[in-house]
């Protein structure tokens, strides 16, 4: 059964990174905070998870629409 009371804990592992700086729109940046605070997460937190899932879903498709080749020498 389902405990909606049941905590889960995600490990992750550090991977190397970089910082970066971009130019949000304040009507967008007003949007994503309200998101981010409905989901009880920081905006950064947040970020990284629609990058992560846009990521992955790019990724996936590229992964399916690409062809094979061997090359017979």
Avoid: C, W
Wanted: aromatic fraction near 2%; avoid cysteine.
């Amino acid at each position: 059964m389902n405990n909606t009371n049941e905590e889960i804990t995600l490990k992750i592992k550090p991977r190397p990174s970089e910082n970066i700086s971009i130019s949000i729109p304040k009507d967008t940046l007003k949007s994503l905070q309200t998101i981010a605070d409905n989901q009880d997460m920081s905006i950064e937190a947040l970020l990284k998870f629609y990058i992560g899932k846009g990521l992955r879903q790019d990724l996936a498709k590229l992964s399916s629409n690409s062809e094979v080749v061997i090359h017979h020498s």
